[in-house]
């Protein structure tokens, strides 16, 4: 991996879960029919994800994994936290549902204000933070009554975001935050309304094409500068360079197996987090 050329652009807050019990379910379209679980191969692709966002200067908070909670390593799935509050996830499988809990009692212990959805929501890979918005989605696995909720606990205004194509169930499979202002998205997974709400709010967005898509290639992590995305993502690194920002490739076949790539095994902290974050889990 060429890491030459990254900027550091400020330490970030990430929150991650080892694999360490994870096991590929085959209950989303990404998985392959003959997909077969190699948690040590998972283990390094997740320890490489780490190193690079170590490496950025970015601070990883490691959040316990639980041997009944197979897909825990996908943890941007269990919150959104924002400003000191976690909103929790209410996840729409019950094989998933330990996940909410878990994810409320490591906030509560770091001194988040913590609210559990009372609607069905997967965390940020339905909720994604930008300066104006925080851009919402719907239409799989969050229901919008979970919008309204956020919004009013976190006191910043909700775009909510009709999904349309089964293979796109998340937000977070379909738009990238790459900075404050500006995002990456993939018009195909979006309803007609949602795709001209996006072209009017963010005009000069980063269009992923459908082969960009299909790479899982918008499931990236930006800190402004440098994005981490899946290396097969190629047009789409090519887009971002041109347009400025470093992208970082990565391999994670096994993690994408089981539908997840940069984004989902990472959750970010925005705002300020409080002061007792760094009292504990933290590398």
């Given amino acids: 991996m060429d890491r030459s050329g990254i900027r550091h652009t400020g330490r970030r807050h990430l929150v991650m879960c080892p694999p360490e019990y994870y096991e590929i379910t085959g209950d989303n379209p990404w998985t392959p029919p003959d997909a077969k679980t190699d948690r040590a191969a998972a283990m390094e692709e997740w320890e490489r994800l780490r190193g690079i966002y170590l490496d950025l200067g970015h601070q990883v908070h490691v959040?316990?994994?639980?041997?009944?909670?197979t897909q825990?390593?996908?943890?941007?799935?269990?919150a959104l936290a924002v400003d000191g509050k976690a909103f929790i996830a209410r996840p729409h499988s019950q094989e998933r549902?330990?996940?909410g809990p878990a994810h409320a009692e490591w906030f509560r212990q770091r001194g988040y204000d913590v609210k559990v959805s009372r609607a069905r929501s997967e965390g940020?890979?339905?909720?994604?933070?930008?300066?104006?918005?925080?851009?919402?989605?719907?239409?799989?696995?969050?229901?919008?009554?979970?919008?309204?909720?956020?919004q009013e606990f976190l006191s910043r205004p909700v775009l909510s975001l009709q999904l349309v194509h089964e293979k796109f169930y998340h937000l977070d499979t379909a738009?990238?935050?790459?900075?404050?202002r500006t995002i990456a998205y993939y018009p195909g997974a979006f309803s007609s309304g949602s795709r001209r709400l996006l072209e009017r709010v963010f005009p000069d967005a980063v269009i992923a094409t459908d082969d960009d898509a299909d790479e899982l290639g918008l499931n990236a992590?930006?800190?402004g500068r440098n994005v981490v995305l899946?290396?097969?993502?190629?047009?789409?690194?090519?887009?971002?360079?041109?347009?400025g920002y470093h992208p970082i490739g990565i391999d994670m076949p096994q993690l994408q197996m089981g539908g997840g790539?940069?984004?989902?095994?990472?959750?970010?902290?925005?705002?300020?987090?409080?002061?007792?974050?760094?009292?504990?889990?933290?590398q």
Avoid: W
């Avoid at 825990?72 to 269990?78: E, R, V």
């Avoid at 104006?132 to 239409?139: E, I, P, S």
């Avoid at 899946?230 to 347009?243: G, K, N, P, T």
């Fill in 230 to 243: 899946h290396s097969s993502a190629r047009h789409l690194a090519d887009a971002l360079a041109e347009r």
């Fill in 221 to 223: 992590v930006s800190d």
């Fill in 72 to 78: 825990m390593t996908f943890a941007a799935n269990g």
């Fill in 124 to 150: 940020e890979g339905d909720f994604l933070v930008t300066e104006r918005f925080v851009l919402a989605g719907t239409g799989f696995r969050t229901d919008q009554p979970a919008h309204f909720e956020a």
């Fill in 97 to 99: 549902a330990g996940e």
């Fill in 175 to 180: 738009v990238c935050v790459l900075d404050e």
């Fill in 63 to 69: 959040i316990e994994p639980r041997p009944e909670l």
């Fill in 261 to 282: 790539g940069p984004k989902c095994c990472t959750m970010g902290l925005y705002g300020e987090p409080p002061e007792t974050i760094d009292a504990a889990g933290s």
